[in-house]
């Protein structure tokens, strides 16, 4: 295997006459913020740009970009933005990179593009798009792409194989290999085989779930679930999944109209996308079915289903809001199913679980993937990855879409199946990979930080910031002001001491006011008076003592003003 | 069902004579700090005394404590602690009780009085004890009190009978019901049935697993799953586990022993609790198996089992220094196998799976629950659950030990399984049941607040200190220090602004200054000086214009200070 293990930027040398280079921006290291760029002559191509979500390390953040940084002086060269499927960790960049220059063309399928376009019209960007489909071909400059149907969680997901005379890329988007999906669109193998039998010279394949042993349990099990789940429940039903998950919600309006029950969408998100979804004839809604919510709340509760966002555990969502009580339309009562129709993403069990208590609270009967099999997962795991690997034989394997622990199951994976170990390039975001000579391999290194997305603002939030959150949540703060004379040093208001997230108790933390008046007044003895000095013997008394009295961390916050 | 739903404390009547009072102080609502107080007679017995370990909601915060506050007036009257087996969230907050009066009696079996008692020695308290055993009958004041096996994840767990004259209460601890455990040692449904033919008036039972269908797979399932992994690993094998697993390490001294491997014990706990535990006899080391860490790093890797700490991603734990390449005498390489041989604490999936991506980065294979069967959960599911109550058959149900999502899951089965829907009383930490006349009733509230324990202090932390952390950590904060003459009111100095976790560009954020000002000197000219309504003033224009600016909400940290 080729790993990269250096922490340092290497920058690459200059790509070699007739090689292609491969940049993953995003999505290798992390499952999210999916974006890689392909060079070939001077030319780019880049399939994906999405978002990653933050975890509890990067508190107060709304969204993480990839850096592009290693592409924004380059950006006339960008010949196409391939995106794969409307999965926000494949779209969700696009208006951020567009907002640098809003003509690079989007190439998607029909469904992906949709997506895509509602979410540019928000920020009113009207893309350049070229639609595409399972079959057809696209040179886009210097690279001849052809696509491919692969089988995921979202309709029109895309794989994308990528010519250009370097060698033959395959990069197969996100896809798992249900051999019964319910659209019948299964994940072109045959298709991948005829690559094959032309000779892959690189593959980057999905990694999420390399560590999984075995196959996807197919989609169609779950209908028989819900239908159960519906034939019990007397009053109320409420499902909720991901806004984008056509499949799901087509077995939720299968298993109404068998129960006699008409349905309500309920959050922007899922009524915007089902709107798409049966615009484009990928979701058959039965006339009569759907019903608006005014509707539903005036109905039985027996005869409704509402369908929700906010399977994730989101405060603000619909089903986050009905769960805490402030849903202006829906109060959660006892007779109520609420059914979480979903995976749970790692980093949101802690508030997915607080979203069933409080359901459960106000007497709702949860159903969630603990209980029931009421979701399976969106990509392939081990048993299939073989089987993919095993049709296409590339000369390379490139692990994509994973966290690092998925990257290397992924990678031992194409060894076992008989990937030369040399030919097996494990690397991460930033990472500068070029097959030369039909053989890939790591050759340095560009900037790839995490950039931060929070309130308006891009980029001004960095990883020194971010610790001081998490020092401020963990221990609050203890400021010190104290007000010295610019001559002479001596004290002339203060010290006072307030705190914000450290103690309640006040009193016990005015006993450093003492201790601080005497170590300025040591200070003062001593002639020194520059504030900054002051400020540093503040920070150090406060500090010692803090650690001392209550062996905590709060952050110190010195201010001396000089008047 | 009998239902909590009062938010406000509506203090319980006087028990009426002859009634039994059950106060759950911990462990309703939160899988944690459990404790339950029985009252007869003026009498009370505590039934465990554990704590919660926090989540993201409570940062900062080092353990959570049952709020001693019903029962501070009265530790004369508790005639014992009886502890149930000893995981912290069982025996954890006995410290914390004993310190307000030491002399309390402990009750428990072996291992867990030997756990509890090296936990008080590091206090230097020295409890009195009294060892009880499986069959055993105590008189503690009015509760007449005979101990049962009970199967869990550690050993020597019990369950406890209570007898009073208001009736027969079980309480049955944490439990599973294995029908083959390591130690032969099976949960007594037998002595349950002869209760249950005696008739038990209320049965508390473990609700943890109440939502899982089904049983928990045998715990010896585990050790040839272990054993493949032995005999596939070429290098160095690392096992972590919880520190009382002691079945777990006993398997992995088995395959080690198998395979030809010596084993370290690496991590405080683990060295002080299998000490205790061979003592008592309940972990049998073969005769040179077990080898210092010296000894161990000196060894070829291909011989040698590190058996660790640290299997819930805990940053300072053996293993979590091992992964973020701290630990100082153990560096993770390739050819390394580590094995999570435990189950994942919900709230702990992202450091977890940051300790797996380390490890993986630094070249490990790394076997966790996901992967393989290397773990069964401690806790009765839903099919064993109804065995107990069917041969318990309570006249009352009161489901213990878990959140409101499992306790309703557990009251579920007990009605299901055929007690009367008003005699299953629902309800969580500080909620007052009466036992009279063979009826258990809700009939009151005490307090019962989270006791946060954080470095040395406990009890100053509150939960809208928590929100102020919360606030902070999420957006850091904006501090404008401005010095006015205390006479006239007018700006003596400053405004200055500062800020920690708000942004790194200070140059945009120091925009706000013109408009701080200009808000003092409509102040002055409006003729307020006072310092408050100053301060109030600044709050207002700082905290309106990052709103406009950024969409972030930081705390906003106004100090005006006269001289």
């Not at 622990?405 to 030919?423: F, K």
């Not at 890939?440 to 930080?449: D, M, P, T």
Request: glycine share 10%; with cysteine.
């Amino acid at each position: 295997m080729t790993e990269a293990h250096n922490e340092e930027a290497q920058l690459p040398p200059p790509l070699p006459e007739g090689g292609l280079r491969i940049i993953p921006l995003g999505g290798l290291g992390a499952i999210g913020r999916n974006m890689t760029v392909f060079e070939y002559d001077g030319k780019l191509l880049v399939v994906d740009c999405g978002v990653l979500f933050p975890d509890v390390e990067q508190p107060g953040v709304d969204l993480i970009l990839p850096d592009f940084g290693p592409i924004l002086d380059r950006l006339d060269d960008i010949q196409a933005i391939v995106l794969t499927h409307g999965h926000e960790d494949h779209i969700g960049a696009v208006p951020y990179l567009l907002a640098h220059k809003a003509d690079i063309p989007l190439v998607g399928s029909q469904f992906t593009l949709a997506l895509v376009e509602a979410k540019l019209a928000e920020r009113r960007i009207q893309p350049y798009t070229l639609t595409v489909r399972e079959g057809g071909r696209e040179r886009l400059g210097p690279f001849e792409c052809e696509f491919f149907a692969v089988n995921h969680s979202i309709p029109d997901a895309l794989a994308v194989a990528i010519r250009t005379p370097a060698g033959l890329v395959l990069h197969t988007g996100d896809f798992k290999m249900d051999q019964l999906p319910l659209d019948g669109r299964i994940t072109d193998l045959a298709g991948f085989a005829r690559l094959g039998a032309e000779g892959v010279d690189l593959l980057l394949s999905d990694s999420t779930n390399a560590e999984i042993p075995g196959f996807v349990t197919p989609e169609r099990e779950i209908g028989p679930v819900l239908d159960s789940i519906f034939a019990k429940a007397r009053g109320r039903i409420i499902v909720a999944s991901f806004a984008s998950h056509v499949h799901r919600v087509q077995q939720v309006f299968d298993s109404a109209l068998e129960h006699g029950r008409k349905v309500a969408l309920i959050g922007r998100s899922m009524v915007r996308n089902m709107g798409i979804a049966r615009d484009l004839g990928l979701l058959n809604i039965p006339a009569g079915l759907v019903v608006g919510l005014d509707e539903a709340t005036s109905m039985p509760p027996e005869q409704i289903v509402l369908m929700s966002t906010g399977s994730q555990g989101e405060p603000m969502s619909a089903l986050g809001r009905m769960a805490s009580g402030d849903h202006r339309h829906i109060t959660i009562a006892p007779g109520d199913t609420v059914v979480l129709a979903s995976s749970l993403v790692p980093g949101n069990e802690t508030s997915v679980y607080r979203v069933i208590n409080r359901l459960a609270r106000a007497g709702a009967v949860v159903v969630h993937k603990d209980v029931a099999k009421v979701h399976v997962s969106g990509h392939a795991p081990a048993g299939e990855l073989l089987y993919l690997l095993n049709v296409v034989r590339p000369s390379n394997l490139m692990p994509v879409h994973g966290e690092w622990r998925h990257l290397r199951a992924h990678a031992r994976l194409g060894i076992e199946s008989g990937v030369a170990p040399d030919r097996v390039v494990l690397c991460e975001d930033g990472d500068v990979v070029d097959l030369v000579e039909g053989r890939a391999s790591l050759v340095g290194r560009v900037k790839s930080r995490y950039v931060y997305v929070d309130g308006l603002a891009v980029g001004d939030v960095s990883e020194s910031l971010l610790t001081e959150r998490r020092i401020l949540g963990d221990g609050g703060f203890i400021a010190t002001t104290v007000v010295v004379d610019s001559v002479t040093g001596k004290v002339v208001a203060g010290p006072t001491v307030s705190a914000k997230g450290f103690s309640e108790d006040a009193a016990a933390f005015n006993a450093v006011i003492p201790l601080v008046t005497e170590a300025l007044n040591r200070a003062a003895a001593d002639g020194i008076t520059d504030p900054h000095q002051l400020q540093q013997i503040v920070r150090r008394t406060v500090g010692r003592w803090v650690n001392d009295a209550y062996r905590r961390r709060p952050m110190i916050v010195p201010t001396v003003v000089e008047v």
